[in-house]
Nanobody
Framework: QVQLVESGGGLVQAGGSLRLSCAASGSIFMANIMGSNVMGWYRQAPGKQRELVAT???????NYADSVKGRFTISRDITKNTLYLQMSTMSPEDTAVYYC??????????????WGQGTQVTVSS
């Protein structure tokens, strides 16, 4: 079954670090390796819109939101079918629910937009 399962969220002090993991089904993960979809991380703070954090596609090319560039790193591990988000130098502005996403643009059943259940990240000051 197609699935995205996040883990690694928790409470961290400002200046600290966390690594989030997203375990993906094999077909979805391999589609990202082959460049057929885009996978990434989004986050949503209470009362705010969901925002893009980072994506990875096209041979491993990564893109980052300006607010996290230089602090967060997105990566993939093909042996574990897992997407990671390494977060460092964290601040209370990073507090949010973080979601893993896999999206393929296409018609009918060729396209999809899958989301994980989310994992809470709270940064204390």
């Amino acid at each position: 079954q197609v699935q995205l399962v996040e883990s690694g969220g928790g409470l961290v002090q400002a200046g600290g670090s966390l690594r989030l993991s997203c375990a993906a089904s094999g077909s979805i993960f391999m589609a990202n390796i082959m460049g057929s979809n885009v996978m990434g991380w989004y986050r949503q703070a209470p009362g705010k819109q969901r925002e893009l954090v980072a994506t990875i596609a096209n041979g491993g090319r990564a893109n980052y939101a300006d607010s996290v560039k230089g602090r967060f790193t997105i990566s993939r591990d093909i042996t574990k079918n897992t997407l990671y988000l390494q977060m460092s130098t964290m601040s209370p502005e990073d507090t949010a629910v973080y979601y893993c996403n896999a999206k393929r643009t296409g018609t009918s059943s060729r396209g999809y937009d899958y989301w994980g259940q989310g994992t809470q990240v709270t940064v204390s000051s």
